[in-house]
């Protein structure tokens, strides 16, 4: 075992480690067990960063579950997850510090945060399928406590409808995941690999596909979620989602490059009903939080679009998405946490905007022309399709600016972060950092990729 | 690289850029400086678009040193083209905003954190990306930008309410625009240029029916702003796109619009309502000429129908302040400047008129009779909406200075001669040679400068004509209500819209969290019969007597190991049985 062999061992098991610690939470929820572990886990992805991206290289580490079975655990770390998990640590960074404080279960919920987040890597680093799937059943698990243990007791029935549709969604997507590689990659000691295309397999793929985004108006849970649990919480579950829909849109480009056009059409349409139902929910959302959870559903259902129309290899827009979903929903619930507004918070909330609208350069321009780009390609029904998409995203934020910025009355917003004053500042200044973050993050990893 | 293309690409950013850091590091208001700032940056805009009409006679690309967009078809490259006209056009709407800002600055709001400025200034930042970025849709993403930098302005005022109404409109009509284009091209029966060109045109008409009515000379500006913009995508789809299908349609359609729209501000009794149906007619005479040409494409278009908006506002000054030109030489001057708007835009004085690009040799008698009268119902707009100004009576007893009211005409003029002598300058050698007779013996500059002077003087009858002026007055306001002034039913119907939308989301969702309920339900019920009650109870039965046997084999009881022995008995006996056979 090499330097980097060890460096991301010590990376993929500090969350489980640190959420045995029994550390309390010091000033202000800045500084805590989950923030500590977070910061070493940052520090080890920038060690790594050398190997794996100046030299485009992998590091993976593999240990057997059952020996003479093909049950291993394989876990790469390649150029594609490394963007990724490095804009989700610093997601999971601003999780942490947006724990409910003096809450009846705050201990167990810092723990659980720290246990998602660790299954969250471990997810997108796997490559053996059962692995994945077990990863999968676990991480359920562990999401139904953390949204159980969370919601308030004012909205206990809310928190156990959402907690077991959570359950039972990973459930059925940790089952599938295996069915489908047992089905696709038995002959091949079960790791991910380019699919034998049984009708089968693809079926159970595209399955997997779907239920891995949280597609309005199927997903009612998640906009529940979005609305009624702590921002920490929802926070973790959307870049725990991401990395989910991430790992889904990425086997597509290992399992499947040559999709059929039928299957590609299913997908795109699927997408699209998403993202028309997520603008028609911000239009008729009535506070703040429920108006601010419609825009992560609308770029999960834009994953779906771009593997619509998508054509060979790597899709960007799918993954700029996903980088984007967990970084907005940051930064809109930190937003709306540093409601009094000083110069530095102005400038955040500004910077955001031109960030969400989609000013060239930034991961929502990327987005939209990549999906404009094979759109134009494909002939002049989907351009228009693709122009009233976009007509629709723009709509929308004009939608949320005047209600927010223009209007005499803003959407009302319930916060359970309460932040000190210092806090605000440090808040505003790290949504700064965090936007810069994604957009480097995201240049480059156009360019790499 | 030449120093001087980033020079005059400079200077055209660094006031839109110096007027959003100002406003942004200004923490106190103050109207009177943000005033003088707006005037200042827009000017400078102004001597910035100016240079760049003179310098870039062909078209520069500038790209950027690290390319902002990762895709590699280069649909979305995000580079810059600096040409002539497109400079015409960053001129017009710096002159429009200043023009706004000289005579009606004062209407900034006086109280609260928010700052006017910064969204103008923000607007017209967006709007000098949108002119000169080489990629159209990136220019329609920043006229989206733009035009909802506007729209907040327009929400600052007193007609906050209209402003919301309309710009609800825009985005209705523009996705229904949408959705028509799509229907067009799922029927296949256009090729995919001509679909684009329905799309941008359809475009056009969304933020045209959208506007309401003016309510104040302040709205005129960015009306022309709002008109202007959709104008400028036109002109880049159809530089070299291909659609001769549709030029002959486009140009009925447009001439239909000069009629009507004529009609209606010849009915109109109140100024503004004049001024705002003189814009549409002005709009829809340049659109006419430019489909009804042989070449619809031409570059020259663009600055051609800048300028023919210029004019509009230019004209609209003069009815404005109408009321005060009392001395007889202010009139002959107000007169004389709109006889000359008048001849620019329709291209009836000798030297400017577009011979090569307008019409060809086999230009109908049609055509030409079309061109002179569409010529004659815009010139009698224009001189009636100007007699109308001269009666009306003056509301403010101060005076001002009438070099003031006269200033954008005089810019307007010396800007149009600039651009259109410019555009000889680059496509035609031997208009010196050709000389002005040999104009002015051509048939269609003889047509429309006939049409112009019948028309203006139609158009000055028409304004003294008490009994016309009264008769239309007594009409009341019925012409203004083909675009409602206030529209808070628009308003009501779709937050009610969205209402019925969210109750739909949240009845589907229901019904699906119902049947997925009845499912979960269902299969909880087969699990427990067919698991629970069968299955486990037959494995739990057979399991218990097996516990059971067991049990007794291992009591230790004689009857056990003779049971036992005699079952091994029988077992032994059946094997050595069967080896034997």
């Given at each position: 075992m090499n330097a980097d062999q060890l460096l991301l061992l010590v990376y993929l098991l500090l969350p489980f480690a640190a959420a045995f610690v029994p550390l309390g939470v010091r000033s202000g929820g800045l500084l805590s067990k989950g923030t500590s572990a977070t910061a070493v886990r940052i520090l080890i992805l920038l060690a790594l960063a050398r190997g794996v991206v100046s030299l485009a290289g992998s590091v993976a580490v593999k240990t057997s579950?059952?020996?003479?079975?093909?049950?291993e655990i394989l876990l790469t770390l390649n150029t594609f997850r490394y963007g990724f998990l490095v804009v989700a640590e610093f997601c999971f960074l601003l999780a942490h510090w947006m724990c409910p404080v003096s809450v009846p279960n705050e201990g167990l919920i810092r723990t659980l945060v720290c246990f998602a987040q660790g299954f969250c890597s471990l997810l997108l680093l796997s490559d053996n399928s059962v692995t994945t799937g077990g990863f999968l059943l676990m991480a359920g698990v562990v999401l139904f406590y953390l949204i159980r243990f969370s919601v308030p007791d004012k909205e206990e029935e809310i928190g156990a409808v959402v907690s077991a549709r959570v359950h039972v969604l990973f459930f059925l997507l940790g089952l599938l995941m295996i069915a489908w590689g047992v089905t696709e990659f038995g002959s091949r000691d079960l790791v991910f690999g380019r699919a034998t295309g049984s009708g089968l397999g693809l079926n159970l793929w595209l399955a997997l596909v779907v239920l891995s985004i949280p597609l309005p108006p199927w997903s009612r849970w998640f906009s529940h979620a979005m609305e009624h649990l702590p921002e920490g919480v929802v926070l973790t579950l959307v870049t725990f989602l991401s990395g989910l829909a991430l790992k889904a849109a990425s086997l597509f480009n290992v399992s499947?490059?040559?999709?059929g056009w039928k299957q590609k059409l299913l997908l795109y349409v699927l997408g699209v009903i998403g993202c028309g139902f997520s603008v028609a929910g911000l239009f008729g959302a009535a506070n703040q939080r429920r108006m601010l959870s419609c825009l992560p559903g609308f770029f999960f259902s834009i994953v779906l679009v771009s593997l619509g129309v998508s054509q060979k290899g790597l899709v960007l827009s799918a993954y700029f998405s996903c980088l984007f979903v967990p970084v907005l929903t940051g930064l809109a619930l930190s937003a709306a946490a540093v409601a009094d507004r000083g110069s530095l918070q102005r400038l955040f909330v500004g910077l955001l905007f031109a960030l969400v609208m989609g000013v060239p350069g930034t991961p929502v321009y990327q987005i939209f022309s990549g999906i404009g780009a094979r759109s134009l390609d494909l002939g002049v029904a989907y351009t228009t399709s693709f122009g009233l998409l976009w007509f629709f995203y723009f709509s929308t934020n004009v939608h949320i600016c005047r209600r927010f910025f223009i209007d005499r009355e803003a959407p009302s917003g319930e916060r359970s972060v309460a932040l000190p004053d210092g806090a605000r500042a440090i808040f505003a200044g790290y949504g700064i950092f965090l936007l810069f973050l994604l957009i480097a993050v995201a240049q480059v990893a156009g360019r790499l990729l | 690289m030449n120093f001087w293309n980033f020079a005059v690409l400079g200077t055209s950013f660094l006031a839109p850029i110096a007027g959003v850091l100002f406003f942004i590091l200004k923490r106190e208001r103050s109207q009177e400086l943000e005033i003088k700032a707006c005037l200042l940056i827009f000017g400078a805009a102004m001597a910035a678009a100016v240079a760049g009409i003179v310098h870039f006679n062909s078209p520069v690309k500038m790209e950027f040193l690290w390319p902002l967009t990762l895709e590699q078809s280069g649909y979305f490259e995000f580079s810059l083209q600096l040409f002539w006209s497109r400079f015409v056009w960053v001129f017009f709407m710096a002159a429009m905003f200043l023009a706004h800002m000289a005579y009606d600055g004062i209407s900034f709001p006086r109280e609260g954190h928010r700052k006017p400025g910064l969204l103008l200034v923000g607007s017209f930042a967006f709007a000098l990306l949108a002119f000169l970025c080489e990629n159209i849709l990136l220019s329609l993403m920043f006229v989206e930008f733009s035009a909802f930098l506007l729209h907040a302005f327009g929400m600052e005022g007193e007609e906050g309410e209209i402003e919301r109404a309309s710009y609800f409109k825009r985005t209705c009509f523009v996705f229904l625009a949408l959705v028509a284009v799509l229907g067009i091209a799922l029927s296949r029966e256009f090729s995919s240029s001509s679909v684009m060109l329905l799309g941008s045109v359809l475009y056009l008409f969304a933020v045209l029916v959208s506007r309401h009515t003016?309510?104040?000379?302040?709205q005129l500006p960015l009306l022309l702003v709002h008109i202007g913009m959709p104008l400028f995508l036109i002109e880049r789809l159809m530089i070299g796109a291909s659609s001769p299908e549709l030029w002959a349609p486009l140009s009925a359609v447009f001439g239909l619009g000069v009629v009507v729209s004529a009609a209606l501000c010849l009915l109109t009794p109140g100024m503004l309502g004049t001024a705002f149906w003189m814009a549409f007619s002005f709009l829809a005479y340049l659109l006419f000429l430019r489909f009804s040409s042989s070449k619809p494409g031409d570059p020259f278009w663009g600055g051609y129908e800048a300028v023919g908006l210029g004019a509009v506002y230019a004209i609209g000054v003069l009815f404005r302040f109408g009321d005060r030109l009392d001395l007889f030489w202010k009139r002959a001057t107000a007169f004389g400047l709109v006889a000359l708007f008048l001849g620019f835009v329709v291209g009836a004085l000798p030297t400017v008129e577009m011979p090569a690009t307008r019409f060809d040799s086999e230009t109908t008698l049609i055509k030409i009779a079309l061109l002179g009268f569409f010529t004659f119902m815009i010139s009698a707009v224009s001189a009636r909406g100007l007699m109308l100004s001269l009666e009306e009576k003056s509301k403010s007893a101060s005076s001002r200075n009438t070099l003031a009211r006269l200033a954008p005409s005089l810019v307007l003029l010396a800007a149009q001669t600039g651009a259109l002598l410019k555009w000889h300058d680059l496509n035609f050698d031997d208009v010196a040679a050709s000389g002005i007779t040999g104009h002015l013996y051509d048939s269609r500059v003889l047509v429309t400068a006939a049409a112009l002077l019948v028309g203006f003087l139609a158009g000055g009858l028409l304004g003294t004509n008490t009994g016309f002026v009264k008769w239309t007055k007594n009409r009341g306001r019925s012409m203004e209500d083909f675009f409602p002034v206030i529209d808070p039913a628009i308003v009501r119907r779709g937050l009610q819209a969205a209402q019925v939308s969210e109750q739909g989301i949240e009845w589907f969702s229901s019904r699906v969290r119902a049947t997925g309920e009845r499912a979960a339900g269902s299969l909880d019920e087969t699990d427990r019969a067919?698991?629970?009650?069968k299955l486990f109870r037959g494995f739990s039965e057979y399991g218990s007597a097996l516990s059971q046997i067991t049990r007794f084999f291992q009591s230790g009881q004689t009857r056990a190991y003779l049971f036992l022995g005699a079952l091994v008995t029988i077992l032994s006996s059946l094997i050595f049985l069967l080896e034997g056979r």
């Open positions: 579950l059952l020996h003479g079975y093909p049950l499947y490059p040559d999709l | 003016l309510t104040g000379w302040p067919v698991f629970g009650d």
